[in-house]
């Protein structure tokens, strides 16, 4: 067992370089910490103070695990303020060619890293390529895509929502049948490429997670609407509806 992990730290070590494997043990860390903790992140401009205090693929994970994290309704302004950073951070250099599909791009490795935690290579290897992509170059970002079966969108300096690029009209969140909140559905639609969505409900007696569904679509530039799901007809033959309110 000594003799396998010190042949796989070798490796590792030969492989990326001290930054990439320094950027992995710290998300690791980052992952572990109580919800408490991990919350009190210093949300800034990327180009201001915070960029010094910490590299912004770590402010860009710190973000993203802010979204997914503490599901209750009562949470939302923390997830919407951690998606606000977690797009400025995405969207830092207005040079960029590419600018929406690195964003979608930057995000979704950040996304796979904290899905395979238990997989340090895999991780090296995603945030290996989040430093490819931060740059933006044009073939980086379209290989990725590729890679990760990403649609690559037109760069046309629009939101998606006016791009018109696909939809998903039925929706579940943690509202109804779903496990995700709104802002983690949303931000899926955005990595994938969807211009609008349908979060299907079947009360609205949640008014914070109505909010947070349109202020996260508002940020990500994803046309958001909700539906209210309802059944009529005896038990053996009922019909569902979908109400879309105007």
Not at 183 to 192: N, R, Y
């Amino acid at each position: 067992m000594f003799l396998s992990n010190f042949g796989k730290k070798t490796i590792d070590a030969l492989s990326f370089t001290s930054e990439i494997r320094e950027l992995c043990e710290v998300l690791n860390r980052k992952l572990e910490q109580p919800d408490e903790v991990s919350s009190k992140t210093v949300v800034s401009h990327p180009g201001g103070f915070s960029k010094e205090l910490s590299r912004r693929r770590l402010s860009i994970a710190e973000s993203y695990i802010q979204v997914i994290r503490r599901l209750e309704s009562n949470y939302y302004e923390e997830r919407i303020s951690a998606l606000e950073n977690l797009v400025r951070q995405s969207f830092h250099a207005k040079t960029l060619k590419l600018p929406l599909n690195t964003a979608r791009v930057q995000i979704n490795l950040i996304k796979e890293a904290i899905k395979n935690r238990n997989n340090r290579r895999r991780q090296l290897e995603l945030i290996s390529d989040f430093g490819l992509a931060s740059y933006g170059e044009e073939q980086v970002i379209r290989r990725l895509c590729k890679k990760f079966y990403l649609v690559e969108v037109p760069e046309t300096g629009q939101p998606l929502k006016d791009l018109h690029m696909g939809w998903d009209y039925h929706v579940h969140d943690n509202l109804s049948e779903g496990r995700k909140t709104p802002s983690q559905v949303l931000l899926d639609a955005f990595i994938k490429g969807i211009s609008e969505v349908v979060l299907a409900h079947y009360t609205l007696r949640d008014e914070n997670i109505i909010k947070e569904a349109y202020q996260a679509g508002q940020i990500l530039g994803v046309k958001v609407r909700i539906g209210i799901e309802f059944s009529v007809g005896p038990k053996w033959n009922r019909r569902h509806f979908m109400y879309l309110p105007p």
